[in-house]
């Protein structure tokens, strides 16, 4: 039956070959277009592209403005599921401001409307923002902050441009009056890129790429529980995901899914009745296997850390663990603490402590492994008992700190201090920033360098510099080598780098 079926069926096809064919091939060349456009287009948020494609058609002398005639569209692939039209016109003419900061597949098309045939020309779209990287610089400017930014061109990474009052210039609606600074931080949260600005009207947060300010940008609504209305920490430090906030005599939490609450501090040591007072020198720890907050309690002068987790149980903490071998006590310092902070590139902390003799003490160890390669009675003048900012630098174990105008240098190896510049303006700020990209060559003068900001008071708009020093400090002589400096800010309190990192 089968064969059958497939003979019959074959002399059926065989047969109508042979009949006479009696269609109409009449056939006419059709209008036929051909489109030029830049193989690759770059764009700011905010900023109006322009684009003018050139068309020439094969039965039309014009270039395709005849709207009686021709239909447009411009579309871009969001997902290779999901395409976004985002105009209709022969030129494009406006602000990209519907998609986000990216690279994007992008084509143009043109139809016939006589016909209903199309033509495309496929294209890659960049979208960049003015704030793509580079350094926010929190000032002081009287009895209010100006948040300033240093950026950096995505699109073209020979090129930075001061936005002097960023805030403004990209209609931020942030909140009035700001307030006194009290420090500008980032962090990341759920793969999206914090913007985190503390003053004494209270914490908020940007938008990553357009810098805008909503109610839901508070720090008070991204936290469980409720919050002072101006709830503004009085230190504030961020790992990755994860923020610790000093705030009264408590040092709290937060993190995408260990939410921060009020009633729970991070500064309770498991099974003692009371929580102890911290220290405002804290800092984050990373291990080999976790993450750690550092803490120092002022009271009975010993080291506690607890764990980042990512559950939204209460987590107490634990004392460290003093081995036999250590240089001084973790539980029992002796000492008071001065200043403390932690290596980004290593995972060592390092600290400085004061006896009741008012000698100093400098220290560098490593939590995870109870290791203290440094502890020492340090041979510092009378200014470093007055240093306003003290930075340690993250490839040698120099310490830096600034005295007024003065920079100084100890160098734990020749166990001295020396005086690095006196740069004759009030230093307003210093440290190393740690999340410079390594892959763009225009950051290396950036990149591991100290950043060492300035403040003339006769300029109090545009007083404030920004200037970079490479440092090679491994043995008795301090080398700060000078290698870029801006200026044009207003008096530096708190500065942070903007990082694209995973194209956050």
Not at 3 to 16: K, N, P
Not at 165 to 171: E, I, P, R, S
Not at 319 to 329: C, E, I, Q
Not at 387 to 414: C, Q
Request: net charge positive; charged share 20%; glycine share 6%.
């Amino acid at each position: 039956m089968k064969q059958y079926i497939f003979l019959t069926a074959a002399a059926a096809v065989l047969g109508s070959a042979c009949m006479k064919d009696k269609g109409n091939y009449d056939y006419k060349p059709i209008n036929e277009a051909a489109i030029t456009l830049p193989e690759e287009v770059f764009t700011k948020l905010g900023d109006t592209l322009k684009l003018r494609p050139e068309i020439n058609f094969t039965q039309d002398a014009g270039d395709g403005s005849d709207t009686a005639r021709y239909a447009y569209k411009w579309v871009v692939e969001l997902t290779p599921t999901n395409v976004q039209t985002i105009n209709n016109t022969r030129n494009f003419n406006k602000p990209v401001d519907n998609l986000n900061v990216g690279v994007y597949k992008a084509v143009f098309y043109v139809t016939d409307k006589q016909t209903k045939v199309g033509f495309e020309k496929k294209f890659k779209l960049t979208v960049t923002t003015a704030a793509y990287e580079g350094f926010f610089v929190l000032g002081a400017l009287g009895d209010s902050s100006r948040l300033d930014l240093l950026a950096f061109n995505g699109s073209n990474p020979d090129s930075t441009k001061l936005y002097a009052d960023v805030l403004t210039a990209f209609n931020s609606d942030y909140p009035r009056p700001i307030g006194k600074p009290l420090g500008m931080h980032t962090a990341s949260k759920n793969a999206d890129y914090q913007f985190f600005i503390s003053t004494t009207t209270g914490t908020n947060s940007l938008e990553r790429n357009t810098l805008k300010w909503s109610a839901n940008k508070a720090l008070s609504f991204l936290c469980f529980g409720k919050l002072p209305e101006k709830f503004a920490p009085e230190a504030f430090w961020s790992l990755q995901w994860s923020y610790a906030m000093y705030l009264n005599d408590d040092i709290y939490i937060y993190t995408n899914t260990a939410l921060f609450i009020l009633n729970a501090p991070s500064n309770h040591v498991k099974d003692e009745p009371f929580p102890f007072k911290p220290s405002k020198h804290f800092s984050f720890v990373k291990t080999l296997y976790s993450d750690y907050l550092l803490m120092f309690d002022t009271q009975k002068r010993r080291f506690a850390r607890v764990g980042i987790t990512s559950t939204g149980k209460e987590n107490y903490a634990s004392l460290l663990v003093t081995s036999s071998s250590a240089k001084f006590d973790f539980s029992d310092v002796k000492m008071d603490l001065v200043w403390m902070s932690r290596n980004a590139y290593g995972g060592n902390t390092f600290a400085v402590f004061k006896n009741a003799a008012g000698d100093y003490w400098y220290s560098m160890f490593d939590i995870a492994t109870g290791n203290q390669p440094i502890f020492q009675k340090m041979n510092v003048g009378a200014d470093f008992a007055a240093a306003k900012y003290i930075a340690t630098d993250p490839t040698h174990a120099t310490l830096y700190y600034s005295n007024g105008s003065k920079l100084y240098a100890y160098l734990p190896d020749a166990n001295r201090e020396q005086l690095v510049q006196d740069f004759g303006e009030r230093i307003t700020y210093m440290y190393f920033p740690e999340n410079v990209t390594d892959k763009v060559p225009m950051y290396q003068p950036y990149r591991g360098s100290l950043l060492v900001a300035t403040f003339n008071p006769a300029k109090p708009e545009t007083g404030g510099t920004l200037r970079f020093f490479k440092t090679n400090n491994q043995g008795a002589t301090p080398q700060v080598t000078p290698t870029i400096a801006h200026g044009g800010f207003a008096e530096p309190v708190g500065i942070a780098f903007r990082t694209r990192a995973n194209n956050l």
